[in-house]
Nanobody
Framework: QVQPVESGGGLVQAGGSLKLSCAVS????????MGWYRQAPGKLRELVAT???????NYAAAVKGRFTISRDNALNTVYLQMNSLKPEDTAVYYC?????????????WGKGTLVTVSS
């Protein structure tokens, strides 16, 4: 069973940095698209950043220039380097993996990791 597992969340002061990791297990294929989404209390889940297997990037305007997404296809792992963190970045961050081909095709979510940015 395909399962993304996040790690790296925690508490950080405004202006600080954190790096999130997400390893996708149970898949013989490297996901076509991997990404990060976040959900703050009382708000809808929103896109943070995505990266394709070919390296194409997409960022939300709110994080562009501060966050960097990357991936290691050999390890089926995606990373999110978060710099210059702001209190409004506080949210549960979810890893997403989309597999387009084969019997594992589907849209998979991790359980989330909490990022708290104090002012």
């Amino acid at each position: 069973q395909v399962q993304p597992v996040e790690s790296g969340g925690g508490l950080v002061q405004a202006g600080g940095s954190l790096k999130l990791s997400c390893a996708v297990s149970g898949s013989i294929f490297s996901p076509s698209v991997m990404g990060w989404y976040r959900q703050a209390p009382g708000k809808l889940r929103e896109l943070v950043a995505t990266i394709t297997s070919g390296g194409s990037l997409n960022y939300a305007a709110a994080v562009k220039g501060r966050f960097t997404i990357s991936r290691d296809n050999a390890l089926n792992t995606v990373y999110l380097q978060m710099n210059s963190l702001k209190p409004e970045d506080t949210a549960v961050y979810y890893c997403n993996a989309q597999i387009y081909f084969g019997s594992e095709a589907g849209n998979y979510w991790g359980k989330g990791t909490l990022v708290t940015v104090s002012s």
